[in-house]
DNA sequence: TCTAGCTACTTGGTAACGCTAACTACCGGT
DNA sequence: ACCGGTAGTTAGCGTTACCAAGTAGCTAGA
């Protein structure tokens, strides 16, 4: 889509994957290719993969890594208490964005 | 709000000014204060101008200096059709995740 | 007069995040 | 032996918001 989504990203992507990983379990390549199937076209493969070792780090997800009989072990992410919680902060953080935005639009003509 | 809010504020604080731009013209200061009283506290004045800098030189909007009778000259910014064309594509790119992220939040409990 | 405080904008440096591009590595089929 | 699909890693870059300090005009009070 362009600049403007990728600047939007910023910050959104990391409650979009954290909300995956609270549905299930599921590791990079899988999360790459279920958000490239919901429209994210553009969103590039090492981006996911460093956000994942980002919340890895920060200690959101547990990870176990799994033999794959296609290709390289698979390290399979799923969110942990300290990621809800997290998760839930950025729910509350996104509904307040969302609000005035939808009131701007409203309000705006 | 915190690290959360400041992220997520990456590209959608552009639209926001815009968006108050297009409903009408406005100066640094004031909008500043309109974030402010909107509930955005911690954003901080000089993100505001920069941003505004920013979109003046991307010519999205058109600047007038308009002498104050309490400070320094003011410096607004309306709105002109690139910028109107450019908050269009916002909206559209914003309806895009906003629409992922509320199905995500539904499907994800 | 001088100072404090509000108004109004500017500038320089920092951190976080997503993008690009190239790379490693495992496996199956041709 | 090679190629394409699977799976993950790494280094450098551009953009954006934050922080902090500074400049400048005006008014009111000591």
Redesign the pocket.
């Given at each position: 889509m362009g600049?403007q989504?990728?600047?939007m990203?910023?910050?959104?992507?990391?409650g979009i994957v954290l909300a995956i990983l609270s549905g299930r379990s599921a590791?990079?390549?899988?999360i790459t290719a279920w958000l490239r199937d919901q429209g994210f076209t553009?969103?590039?493969?090492?981006?996911i993969?460093?956000?994942?070792?980002?919340i890895e780090q920060r200690g959101l997800v547990d990870v176990e890594k799994v033999p794959?009989?296609?290709?390289?072990?698979?390290?399979?992410y799923s969110l942990n208490a300290q990621g809800r919680e997290y998760l839930e902060e950025f729910w509350r953080t996104w509904s307040f964005l969302a609000e005035r935005l939808e009131q701007l639009r409203k309000g705006g003509q």
């Open positions: 600049k989504m990728t600047e990203l910023k910050g959104t992507l990391e590791y990079g390549y899988e553009d969103i590039a493969e090492g981006t993969y460093a956000l994942l070792v980002r794959s009989e296609k290709g390289p072990p698979r390290k399979v």
